[in-house]
């Protein structure tokens, strides 16, 4: 089992900036690709922003596509920085683990998963 747990959100204005954490529990993490995921009311889970299990290679939604960057550290950190920030950004965000290897963006691909951290962006 991996635990992760998210922080870091919060309110914030339009154009304003975040950045969220995601610590794992297992000394194994750097064995799972990486991702962040959000939930906005109303509407499903999507994909928002992974990385592979080295660090090496990324790949981001379009809608946040040179706005966000994913990154992680060698020990237990996953971190989600927010620029540029819409309202449309509002949601519940997810840290989640893989056990794939490389960069995968669909939900059924992961295993573990967050308690989610909430950001909210004011017009």
């Known amino acids: 089992q991996v635990q992760l747990v998210e922080s870091g959100g919060g309110l914030v204005q339009a154009g304003g900036s975040l950045r969220l954490s995601c610590a794992a529990s297992r000394r194994t993490f750097s064995s799972y690709a990486m991702a962040w995921f959000r939930q906005a009311p109303g509407k499903e889970r999507e994909f928002v922003a992974t990385i592979n299990k080295s660090g090496g290679n990324t790949y981001y939604a379009d809608s946040v596509k040179g706005r966000f960057t994913i990154s992680r550290d060698n020990v237990n950190l996953v971190y989600l920085q927010m620029n540029g920030l819409k309202p449309e950004d509002t949601a519940v965000y997810y840290c989640?683990?893989?056990?794939?290897?490389?960069?995968?963006?669909?939900?059924?691909?992961?295993?573990?998963w967050g308690q989610g951290t909430q950001v909210t962006v004011s017009s």
């Open positions: 989640a683990a893989s056990v794939y290897s490389d960069v995968v963006s669909r939900i059924g691909q992961y295993d573990y």
